[in-house]
């Protein structure tokens, strides 16, 4: 016999052609002669409650569990655009590149971006799960016995994820403290620790907020991205005047460079959750609703606006002749700059894994004890030394593009290269045909096959395209990316 798979076109065409095929799959489990037969993954085990990591409801919203509820489109768009219009957007500026490179590289990285946030959103598609965790367990350890290796899977994906988002609100609390400290007079002592004390406080309350709904973490973002807007706006004006503004940016590591901050500006890491948020149900994803498209229309949406507000910026700083100038004004910029770190700052804290306490803290007490605690780590690492700073910051940018580029490419390789998916087994033997009572089964599984075989056809170039695009962010794109990275750490360029 010989087995014809679905299409790995990540998901939704495999469940839709096994939609097709419902009845006869019914008919098929109780008739051994018939021509299609359905066969399931034995060593594939439905776990009771794959998002239950306790099965405590107490313990449940301490641990994030309702970060990313469901949310309205326009909310879902807002939280889609936001990450690309912070830091990484901010220091273009600071690390032009001649224009011939310069387009491309945010063309390049933008089109990146979109490709592999969709690569995310089939995968969830594909094993109906919302979290990266349960994406990255279906992966590398799907089926009975692994229970094991899933719990150290998921404890990983949750480290991975707490520091990523962590070493984010440490370094935008660290540059918006750089660039507040020329702003101030010198006579202040230890302008660092009260400019972070004073930011701490206003970031505070609103990240006290349980979810990413709650209104002032959403008009917090809001904010963010307007004076983001209002700031490209001065700051290319200034540029095309040929005005330098002075404003203070913060230095960065050894690997910040033209081409990667660009490729920082693009990358983010909440792209599972607020697909799941948008179909309204947060905790899992049960079939290819009508919103899949309306969420790959959103993420291209947000993906072209993020290009199209960053792409002025980047002309105009590459072919400017900046001269001293005192437009705008260099306090404005700077404060402008702030806004949009410290707004962001919340909702990296709310979307977090929390902070492990003890089950009797959290039943004692309402009181978040998690997000202080966060909040206090946030603070007290954007103190370090500047040395340590740099390492801190290099360090940001490998685990922001290996989550954003090599991570779903990784994944997508090892489901549908290395599992084995659903599959109809189409016998060949022709005797199994002989002992029909009627041609009417034969024929109604001759024009099944037949259906199989021409859906196969029609996504061939779909799978085809999928499959040399992951390879190629993978192996030329990440792989490159992080020699270079180690070269560069170790001094050889």
């Known amino acids: 016999?010989?087995?014809?798979?679905?299409?790995?076109?990540?998901?939704?065409?495999?469940?839709?052609?096994?939609?097709?095929?419902?009845?006869?799959?019914?008919?098929?489990?109780?008739?051994?002669?018939?021509?299609?037969?359905?066969?399931?993954?034995?060593?594939?085990?439905?776990e009771e409650s794959p998002f239950d990591v306790s099965g405590d409801e107490e313990e449940e919203d301490d641990l994030g569990g309702a970060a990313a509820p469901a949310?309205?489109?326009?909310?879902?768009?807002?939280?889609?655009?936001?990450?690309?219009?912070?830091?990484?957007?901010?220091?273009?500026?600071?690390?032009?590149?001649?224009?011939?490179?310069?387009?491309?590289?945010?063309?390049?990285?933008?089109?990146l971006s979109a490709f592999t946030r969709q690569v995310w959103f089939m995968l969830a598609r594909y094993v109906r799960k919302a979290e990266m965790e349960d994406v990255v367990c279906d992966a590398f350890a799907r089926g009975g016995g692994k229970e094991g290796r899933r719990r150290?899977?998921?404890?990983?994906?949750?480290?991975?994820?707490?520091?990523?988002?962590?070493?984010?609100?440490?370094?935008?609390?660290?540059?918006?403290?750089?660039?507040?400290?020329?702003?101030?007079?010198?006579?202040f002592g230890l302008r660092r620790v009260g400019l972070t004390a004073a930011l701490g406080v206003v970031t505070f309350p609103l990240a006290w907020a349980k979810s990413l709904a709650f209104r002032r973490v959403v008009y917090s973002?809001?904010?963010?991205?307007?004076?983001?807007?209002?700031?490209?706006?001065?700051?290319?004006?200034?540029?095309?005047?040929?005005?330098?503004?002075?404003?203070?940016?913060?230095?960065?590591?050894?690997?910040?460079?033209?081409?990667?901050?660009?490729?920082?500006?693009?990358?983010?890491?909440?792209?599972?959750?607020?697909?799941?948020s948008l179909k309204g149900t947060p905790r899992s994803i049960t079939t290819a609703s009508k919103h899949s498209l309306?969420?790959?229309l959103l993420s291209l949406l947000s993906?072209?606006?993020?290009?199209?507000?960053?792409?002025?910026?980047?002309?105009?700083?590459?072919?400017?002749?900046?001269?001293?100038?005192?437009?705008?004004?260099?306090?404005?910029?700077?404060?402008?700059?702030?806004?949009?770190?410290?707004?962001?700052?919340?909702?990296?804290?709310?979307?977090?894994?929390?902070?492990?306490?003890?089950?009797?803290?959290?039943?004692?007490?309402?009181?978040?004890?998690s997000k202080i605690i966060a909040l206090l780590m946030v603070g007290l690492l954007s103190l370090v030394p500047e040395k340590a700073a740099?390492?801190?910051?290099?360090?940001?940018?490998?685990?922001?593009?290996?989550?954003?580029?090599a991570s779903p490419a990784l994944v997508h390789i090892v489901t549908y290269q290395f599992k084995r998916p659903l599959s109809i087994v189409m016998p060949h033997t022709p005797a199994l045909h002989r002992h029909r009572s009627s041609d009417s089964a034969f024929s109604h599984d001759e024009l099944l096959q037949r259906k199989e075989r021409t859906l196969q056809r029609r996504r061939l170039w779909r799978r085809v395209a999928w499959d040399v695009g992951v390879?190629?962010?993978?192996?030329?794109?990440?792989?490159?990316?992080?020699?270079?990275?180690?070269g560069r750490i170790l001094g050889a360029w």
């Open 1 to 46: 016999m010989s087995t014809s798979h679905f299409d790995p076109e990540l998901g939704s065409s495999r469940r839709a052609s096994l939609d097709s095929f419902d009845s006869a799959s019914e008919h098929s489990s109780l008739d051994s002669t018939t021509a299609l037969v359905l066969i399931h993954d034995p060593d594939e085990a439905v």
């Open 71 to 111: 949310l309205p489109p326009a909310t879902v768009f807002l939280y889609l655009l936001s990450p690309y219009l912070k830091l990484g957007a901010l220091l273009v500026p600071s690390h032009t590149l001649p224009l011939d490179w310069a387009v491309p590289t945010l063309v390049g990285f933008a089109v």
């Open 152 to 187: 150290v899977i998921r404890a990983l994906v949750r480290l991975a994820t707490g520091v990523t988002r962590g070493l984010l609100a440490v370094v935008y609390l660290r540059a918006s403290v750089d660039m507040l400290i020329p702003l101030t007079s010198p006579s």
């Open 221 to 276: 973002t809001w904010l963010s991205v307007g004076a983001y807007v209002v700031w490209m706006g001065l700051e290319t004006y200034a540029q095309v005047r040929g005005a330098d503004t002075v404003d203070p940016s913060p230095r960065m590591g050894s690997l910040w460079q033209g081409i990667t901050t660009i490729a920082f500006a693009f990358s983010t890491t909440t792209t599972l959750p607020l697909y799941a």
């Open 294 to 296: 309306s969420f790959t």
């Open 303 to 369: 993906v072209a606006v993020a290009t199209g507000v960053m792409l002025p910026l980047v002309i105009a700083a590459s072919s400017s002749n900046l001269q001293a100038s005192d437009f705008p004004s260099t306090y404005v910029m700077a404060i402008l700059k702030v806004v949009v770190l410290v707004s962001s700052i919340p909702a990296l804290v709310i979307t977090s894994p929390a902070v492990p306490m003890p089950l009797g803290m959290r039943r004692v007490s309402d009181v978040p004890f």
């Open 390 to 405: 740099y390492v801190m910051e290099d360090v940001l940018l490998v685990l922001m593009l290996l989550n954003a580029l």
């Open 471 to 486: 390879w190629v962010v993978l192996l030329p794109i990440s792989g490159g990316g992080f020699t270079w990275a180690g």
